[in-house]
């Protein structure tokens, strides 16, 4: 097998388990959707919290292990914690910008910054989520494309991906339609988020670096 033919390998694998993923994240709604009765523990926000994450981890995370280790690269590649200089400044700079931008028009309507009252939906939004979303994609799949591809192809197909895997949750809570002919907030600014956040993590040499913008962005948007 020669370089190129095993670059192609990777990244048709990475594509191959990108599709298997959507299909088990489909079951998965197909299953959860009959059990939101708030009245049920999986229902409530801790339930529904708990059920995806653990869900995340099992459907996201092993399978990325399993990519990057397949592109003969290591978790140590991917975090490249010793760039902290890069990833700090990268990470947090464009992250407080794009903070400041999603706090201007709660300011200009009287709106609070935050949720007056803690959730941890609102926490696992935040957090979790950044954390888990972006080392799937920014660094498992983004990784994996740049092994065949220029950065700025592999962003896009990534960044494409990316709003991929918010399709299944938008269809399910009956907001696909919205999230396609909304001009801002749906899939065009998941879209450019997405290149963004894959932007970050290459300038910031780490993942790091995008998972900070990341989080900055779903603690202070919507």
């Keep these: 097998m020669d370089f190129s033919t095993d670059e192609k390998l990777i990244v048709r694998q990475s594509l191959e388990v990108y ?7 489909i079951v998965l709604w197909i299953i959860k959707s009959p059990i939101n009765d708030p009245s049920t523990f999986l229902g409530s926000s801790l339930g529904g919290v708990l059920f995806w994450t653990v869900a995340k981890v099992i459907v996201w995370i092993l399978p990325s292990l399993y ?8 978790v140590g590649d991917v975090f490249n914690v010793t760039a902290w200089r890069q990833w700090l400044v990268w990470g947090v ?5 794009v903070a400041i931008i999603n706090t201007i028009p709660k300011i200009m309507a009287n709106q609070p910054l935050v949720p007056p009252h803690f959730a941890i939906s609102y926490m696992s939004a935040g957090f979790i989520t950044p954390i888990l979303e972006e080392f799937f994609m920014r660094g498992a799949l983004m990784g994996n494309m740049q092994k065949q591809f220029s950065f700025w192809k592999a962003n896009v197909i990534t960044s494409v991906l990316f709003l991929g895997l918010h399709l299944p949750g938008w269809y399910f809570m009956g907001t696909l339609v919205d999230n396609f002919t909304k001009p801002i ?9 997405g290149l ?14 995008g998972t900070i913008v990341h989080s900055l962005n779903n603690l202070t948007v919507g």
Excluded: P
């Design 19 to 25: 599709a298997a993923i959507i299909c088990v994240w």
């Design 67 to 74: 990519l990057i280790r397949f592109s003969n690269r290591t």
């Design 93 to 97: 700079g464009s992250g407080m910008l």
């Design 185 to 193: 907030g749906g899939a065009f600014s998941i879209f450019l988020l």
């Design 196 to 209: 963004l956040f894959g932007y970050v993590t290459h300038k910031g040499k780490s993942v790091l670096a």
